[in-house]
């Protein structure tokens, strides 16, 4: 049970940090672009520091809701993916799926109940892809890092 429990901290971890950057990546390049285009020109460079700096800001802004609304969407999708794993012997593959799953809903259950995802760089659909990448990873970390002892 602690394994399972460790595990899942991990991919919540690892969901919510990853989410955060592809967040951060797809605001800086809409900013950039937008910079760029009120001054007539290509997108505006933004310095490696802060780049740097605003992930970070945006990760420790992001942390807690996302975090908690992710955390909630991977247990669900989860236990789900737990009990198909032991009929279909693919874990790996549903704990994936189940992983990218989960933040769809999320995002589209967010739309669909706030009018808005909440999370900027999940607004497009590359913003939303990466985001499913995200959950993606997740699910396939906590599939390894779950999985049962063999014997």
Same mark, same amino acid.
């Given at each position: ?67 908690? *609304?992710?955390? !909630? ?6 236990? @789900?993916?737990? &009990?198909? $794993? #032991?009929? %279909? ?16 809903? *999320?995002?589209? !259950? ?6 808005? @995802?909440?999370? &900027?760089? $999940? #607004?497009? %659909? ?7 990448v995200a959950g993606l990873l997740a699910g396939l970390l906590f599939a390894q890092l779950s999985r049962p002892r063999e014997?």
């Open positions: 049970m602690v394994r399972r429990i460790v595990a899942y901290v991990a991919a919540v971890v690892v969901m919510v940090v990853l989410g955060s950057v592809s967040h951060s990546l797809f605001v800086q390049d809409a900013w950039s672009t937008a910079a760029g285009m009120g001054e007539q020109a290509g997108p505006a460079a933004i310095p490696m520091g802060d780049r740097i700096n605003w992930i970070l800001h945006d990760l420790v802004g992001l942390q807690p809701l996302f975090g908690a *609304l992710a955390g !909630v969407a991977l247990l669900i999708a989860f236990l @789900v993916a737990g &009990f198909l $794993a #032991r009929f %279909t012997g693919l874990r790996p593959i549903v704990f994936a799926v189940a992983g990218a799953v989960a933040i769809f809903v *999320l995002f589209t !259950v967010m739309k669909w109940q706030l009018g808005t @995802v909440g999370v &900027f760089g $999940a #607004r497009g %659909t590359m913003g939303l892809a990466a985001q499913m014997s």
